[in-house]
């Protein structure tokens, strides 16, 4: 079976079964808005729940919830007003809009044209001669334009205050250091997370939740002293990894390159030591989600698509349709975040790093004589006392003749030093305020779902019948085990409701299903993903014993059903394998 089969049969099961389909459909849909049905939405929180442990629980990092929308100063100082877009081209025809550094991906051997600048493009698609995907009407010639991604809105009525629903979770991350590090009571380093919706307008979203306009992020924010010498990396060093780095990138012959995570940090294939870490912590977590690990790997970014302010960035990919799509990005942000939003708030976005040893520093200084510099240079006798105060600072040797000289409104004027209060003191300091820096891993939830369905998606044959089923790991499987009585009877119905209650007092997610033949209900439970199904028959109401079945071998076994959900609960934490139980 082809991967493009797979992505159709797939969407149609998410439909059928309740997994995502299109939003407002009654109304005619809008395209890159989905709702995740209930299979769907209880499998994005299972994910959402393991995320949470690993990166939030399990590493010691706090967890916050912020606005979705926020005020324009937040980006103009985040740059996402004047950077975040993408390329629009117009079809002359029909009018309609495209990416048209997607036009240039999906036709040509181009596979990053959005690192490329816009004028490159337009020569690609001329010399291409590339068409418009919805009525093939020719490009060349058409121009380009950056179409900012970001929706509007105002916030407040009348004369309101302009706001943007924000296009990733960071941002709200950022805007609240000045609070959350004291929190972390001051103290390097720290991490924040959070899960939330973001918004961005896309020009042509496609492939179903894999290119939307609302999307879910998990986001960890991790943030560094800039002289942190890394991570303990003894955790992850020998994680095998499928890296995709720029070189290999750009050599004719080059391919993904297996190693670990220990190795690619020692030879700076993976130049910062802490992006190596949360690598190491998420291909092992990836895995135990469920993600295919022969369909995934660590791309690097090419220096075009990198941020300037990123040192270091690769993204988690996965193999979707037979290409590779980004599911997450590992990226050393520096101090441009928290620099940025210092520069544009005017709050303090530093922590006090402490010295171990007190140190004697020595402090140039001045204490200007008011009574000269202001019948001197009236009212500019301020700029005057500032330019000597940053001179002290720059070039105290300025200061060592009998006048010093400034330049104020592009003329020179010399001072005389003596009326400047110019002075070298000793001062004892006990440490320093410096602004972090940001080791940000940033996952993709919508995207990641899909991944883990897609790599999931089976199919074989069962007793003669062709079988579809979702090979989902139990620990995220929307509904952990079915439970079935054999066929209409009072007491088989009683008895199966009753142990349906008792597993959802356990804390495990059950369904109950009566409806049709028992292997009619199997294939359903099949289909959803769903791990286990329990049989009840005339011998569970003489003996105490269940049929329990096996979703991936449909194997089967009769267990006791005092100890039903002990053992599922063990089941589920991979404590006990299924084979392995005695019945």
Request: proline letters at 5%; a negative charge.
């Amino acid at each position: 079976m082809s991967e493009q089969a797979t992505s159709q049969k797939l969407t149609e099961l998410a439909k059928r079964r309740g997994y995502f389909f299109q939003s407002s459909s009654a109304y005619g849909g809008v395209g890159g808005f989905y709702t995740f049905g209930p299979q769907g939405a209880a499998l994005k929180g299972n994910l959402e729940d393991a995320w949470r442990e690993r990166f939030a629980v399990s590493e010691g990092n706090m967890e916050i919830d912020a606005p979705t929308i926020m005020p324009e100063p937040v980006f103009e100082s985040s740059g996402h007003l004047d950077t975040f877009d993408d390329m629009l081209i117009e079809c002359p025809e029909c009018g309609e809009s495209h990416r048209a550094d997607h036009i240039v991906e999906d036709n040509t051997e181009y596979e990053d044209a959005e690192s490329l600048p816009i004028p490159e493009v337009e020569e690609i698609v001329a010399e291409y001669e590339l068409v418009c995907p919805s009525c093939g009407a020719g490009l060349a010639g058409q121009a380009i334009d950056d179409f900012n991604l970001m929706f509007a809105t105002n916030i407040g009525p009348g004369d309101a205050q302009p706001g943007y629903l924000r296009p990733e979770t960071a941002q709200g991350i950022f805007v609240e250091f000045p609070r959350l590090k004291e929190y972390a009571r001051n103290t390097l380093p720290f991490g924040v997370t959070q899960i939330g919706r973001a918004y961005r307008n896309e020009i042509s979203p496609r492939r179903s939740i894999i290119r939307t306009r609302e999307f879910t992020q998990a986001e960890l924010e991790y943030f560094i002293d800039p002289e942190d010498e890394g991570p303990d990396l003894s955790s992850v060093e020998d994680v095998s990894v499928r890296l995709y780095a720029v070189g290999e990138q750009q050599a004719d012959d080059g391919s993904i390159r297996e190693t670990t995570i220990g190795e690619a940090v020692a030879d700076g294939t993976i130049a910062d030591p802490w992006v190596g870490y949360f690598l190491g912590v998420s291909q092992e977590w990836y895995a135990s989600v469920g993600v295919d690990m022969d369909r995934f790997r660590f791309r690097q970014h090419l220096a075009g698509e990198r941020a300037h302010y990123a040192s270091d960035c690769w993204d988690a990919e996965s193999e979707i349709d037979g290409n590779w799509i980004e599911i997450a990005g590992f990226a050393h942000r520096g101090d441009y975040d928290l620099s940025k939003h210092a520069e544009g708030s005017g709050d303090r976005f530093t922590v006090f790093r402490q010295y171990d040893d007190p140190q004697t520093v020595e402090r140039a200084t001045v204490d200007p004589d008011m009574s000269y510099l202001g019948p001197e240079f009236g009212g500019d006798a301020g700029a005057v006392v500032d330019a000597l105060e940053d001179l002290a600072v720059s070039d105290r040797e300025a200061f060592e003749g009998e006048h010093v000289e400034i330049e104020l409104a592009g003329e020179s004027h010399e001072i005389p030093v003596e009326k400047t209060g110019f002075s070298v003191d000793e001062e004892t300091i006990a440490g320093e305020h410096i602004i972090p820096h940001v080791i940000e891993p940033s996952f993709g939830v919508d995207r990641l779902l899909y991944t883990v369905l897609h790599h999931a998606y089976a199919e074989d044959e069962v007793a003669g019948e062709e079988r579809t089923y979702l090979e989902l790991e139990p620990e995220v499987a929307p509904t952990f085990v079915g439970v079935f009585p054999l066929q209409s009877d009072d007491d088989l119905e009683a008895t199966a409701r009753e142990i349906a209650t008792e597993l959802r007092a356990a804390g495990l997610s059950v369904t109950y299903d009566d409806s049709g033949n028992i292997g009619r209900r199997y294939r359903r439970q099949d289909e959803v993903g769903t791990p286990f199904c329990i049989t009840v028959d005339y011998e569970s109401l003489e003996d105490g014993t269940v049929t329990v079945r096996e979703r991936d071998s449909t194997a089967q076994k009769r267990l006791p059903v005092d100890d039903l959900a002990e053992t599922l609960a063990a089941l589920r934490a991979g404590d006990v394998a299924f084979e392995a139980l005695e019945g």
